[in-house]
């Protein structure tokens, strides 16, 4: 069975501070990966998604994810956090058929500005 | 606007009455996934459809959870005889053979 961890429930930055996000997965095959926010009061938002090919992805708001194989992470990253970048983040991750995903338990990101 | 609907958007219930909730999907998406999601948790996977077959059945779903999708389109989930351990964010998704999801804006149970 697949599972996600999420090792930090809750960060505080200061507007500006650089950002990092841990995300460990456990799967036995070839995986997508995927990391939504939530917003507070708004659904989930996709920010990006890995498949296959270039492991550093970069996706919506100046987010990227780098896919490291060896070590099964998804870490996501940001060089200048803002405000508005208050939100929950979730790490997820589906097999190669693009069934279910897994999420993980997220991330509570707080921007003190 | 998302794209998929969900209705109603809140829904409070007597313990042991019956609920049904709706989802929209995006019309060009085959498949269509329903979550729960408790406050400070990750959505959890309850089932999905692929047009109308239902392919996958987490162990969440108990026997009083059954979810339909009679013509490939929308879906409806039904919760028999609630409880209040079923209070919960239900969200719904779709995507075309699992190339990115898109989730809709949930439907929040209460359970009283």
């Known amino acids: 069975a697949q599972s996600v961890s999420q090792h930090n429930h809750h960060v505080i930055l200061s507007e500006a501070a650089s950002l990092e996000l841990g995300c460990n997965y456990s799967?036995?095959?070839?995986?997508?990966l995927f990391w939504y926010v939530q917003y507070p009061g708004q659904h989930l938002q996709l920010l990006l998604k890995?498949?296959?090919?270039?492991?550093l992805v970069k996706g919506i708001k100046g987010f990227e994810a780098e896919f490291i194989k060896s070590k099964f992470s998804f870490n996501l990253r940001k060089p200048s956090v803002q405000w508005s970048d208050t939100a929950e983040y979730f790490c997820a991750v589906s097999g190669n058929a693009g069934n279910m995903l897994t999420f993980g338990g997220g991330t509570r990101l707080m921007v003190k500005p | 606007d998302t794209g998929v609907s969900q209705d109603p958007r809140h829904k409070i219930t007597k313990r042991g009455q019956n609920v049904t909730f709706r989802c929209d999907p995006i019309s060009e998406h085959n498949r269509l996934y329903w979550y729960r999601q408790t406050l400070g948790q990750g959505p959890e996977f309850l089932t999905y459809?692929?047009?109308?077959?239902?392919?996958?059945k987490s162990r969440l779903l108990s026997d009083r959870f059954s979810a339909e999708r009679p013509k490939g389109s929308f879906s409806t989930l039904e919760i028999q005889r609630t409880e209040q351990g079923d209070s919960a964010m239900y969200l719904c998704?779709?995507?075309?053979?699992?190339?990115?999801?898109?989730f809709g804006s949930g439907t929040r149970l209460t359970v009283v």
């Open positions: 998704a779709s995507s075309y053979t699992g190339d990115g999801y898109t």
């Open positions: 890995y498949f296959s090919g270039d492991p």
């Open positions: 799967y036995g095959g070839t995986v997508n």
């Open positions: 459809f692929q047009n109308e077959a239902q392919l996958e």
